[in-house]
């Protein structure tokens, strides 16, 4: 019972305290697999837990935008879809 009302701990790479670490390959950057803690000051693994787990902010703001970058194309070319449909309606209409 005491093991439930303990807060799980997760993978450090997914912390808001964690700063990965990556190495330039031939033609892309490539993560490697420790990072750096801020909260603990210290080198850890990618799937190092820890109490002190926090969400990532920063992470949830740049999904939260991309999101809505995507929405919105898809929103463009569905209003060029309708255009499109409109004039050929209209087309047909005046023949």
Do not use: P
Not at 15 to 26: D, H, I, M, R, V
Not at 63 to 90: F, G, T, W, Y
Request: proline share 0%; glycine share 6%.
């Amino acid at each position: 019972m005491e093991e439930e009302n303990t807060k799980k701990s997760t993978k450090c790479v997914y912390c808001g305290y964690y700063e990965g670490y990556y190495t330039k390959g031939l033609h892309c950057f490539e993560r490697a697999k420790q990072g750096f803690c801020k909260q603990h000051e210290k080198l850890v693994n990618n799937g190092d837990t820890c109490e002190c787990w926090e969400t990532s902010r920063r992470r949830f703001y740049f999904r939260k935008r991309v999101i809505s970058r995507c929405l919105n194309e898809i929103l463009m070319d569905i209003s060029a879809i309708r255009q499109i449909i409109q004039e050929e309606q209209e087309k047909r209409k005046n023949l």
